[in-house]
């Protein structure tokens, strides 16, 4: 096993069984949804980057639509599958492993596309450039990009350090207003995510499996440094929480060119491609209660090490 791949192990071991792979709640996913005012009945959704799939169960539970949720591991899509199937809602959602990057819909695919934590992996002009194509004209954006809460200059040093070498496109608030009105949405709504979204569903259960690895870890150095990394992100947290936050911004797709039509006449998506992978078979979830799986993740991308 090679340096990364033993780094991305240890990495999927913090984060295994939480209910979150990044703050939210159900509560803010909510609010932003409201915020999507004439979404369709029944709307077809994207979630990007869905993890355990928290908000993807808020999202078809609110919505009645399809939701296709994507992430690149699958120990977080076999959570989401679980998940689903506990909410009754497992043949709603297209479990779909793949690259954000690099995503294979059709143009027009989709009413919505939601983005928690995560548009911030390919940078969110980029994501909002890249997924612009899918939705259709009308269609809305939801993401929550972390961002500066107070002016830059004021931001204390250990905070502004830790980010910037983290995420070093991290700007302010209307400065990804003004990055996502560049690629041609119109801001519908933006609120800042309570700090107890931070703690409740992610940092917490992350630290009591923080315990578990160091006991399970005691003399493994690269475990050790992995673990300080983790808990030294949520003293920046505790002692800096005012200065950054997880902005959750509602943005909707605006294209002059793109004259509004029937939404039946638009090209939907779908290349279906039977999984070879996924959990389906033994997690008791046949691939016919789902509406599909797709496996778009080429051979050399990373995967689950277990
Ligand atoms: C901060 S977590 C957010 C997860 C979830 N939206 C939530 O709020 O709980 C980011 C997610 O993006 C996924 N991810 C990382 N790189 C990805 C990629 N290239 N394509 C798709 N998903 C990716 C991770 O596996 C992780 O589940």
Redesign the pocket.
């Known amino acids: 096993m090679t340096d990364n791949d033993r780094q991305m192990s240890l990495l999927l071991d913090a984060h295994r069984g939480l209910p ?5 709640d159900d509560a803010s996913t909510l609010r932003a949804l409201e915020l999507c005012a004439d979404l369709p009945m029944q709307p077809e959704v994207l ?6 799939g ?2 993807t169960m808020a999202l078809a539970q609110a919505t009645g639509g399809t939701i296709t949720a ?4 699958e120990q ?1 899509l076999d959570d989401l599958r679980d998940r689903a199937v506990e909410a009754g809602v497992r043949e709603r959602i297209q479990v779909m492993r ?4 690099d995503l294979p819909f059709g143009k027009h695919s989709f009413d919505l596309i939601w ?4 548009a911030y ?2 940078g969110i002009v980029n994501a909002f450039q890249e997924w612009k194509q899918f939705l259709r004209p009308q269609g809305y954006i939801a993401v929550t990009e972390i961002s500066w809460l107070v002016p830059e200059a004021e931001v204390p040093r250990d905070a502004y350090d830790f980010f910037r070498a983290e995420y070093p496109g991290i700007t302010d608030v209307p400065g990804n207003l003004e990055r996502i009105a560049e690629c041609g949405y119109e801001i519908v709504g933006h609120f800042t995510l309570p700090d107890e979204a931070w703690w409740t569903h992610y940092y917490d259960p992350l630290a009591r499996n923080l315990v578990t690895m160091r006991e399970k870890y005691p003399l493994d150095p690269q475990a050790l440094l992995l673990i300080e990394a983790s808990e030294a992100e949520q003293r920046i947290r505790r002692e800096f929480g005012e200065c950054y936050g997880y902005e959750f911004i509602v943005a909707r797709h605006v294209d002059p060119d793109v004259p509004l039509g029937d939404a039946s006449a638009w090209p939907t998506l779908r290349e279906y491609v039977p999984s070879t992978s996924d959990a389906g078979d033994d997690d008791g979830v046949s691939q016919d209660e789902g509406i599909g799986e797709i496996l778009t993740v080429p051979p050399e991308l990373p995967r689950d090490p277990d």
């Open positions: 979150r792979q990044g703050p939210g979630d990007v980057g869905c993890g355990p928290m908000q994507v992430d690149l591991f977080f793949g690259d954000m990057r983005s928690e934590g995560a992996i390919m």
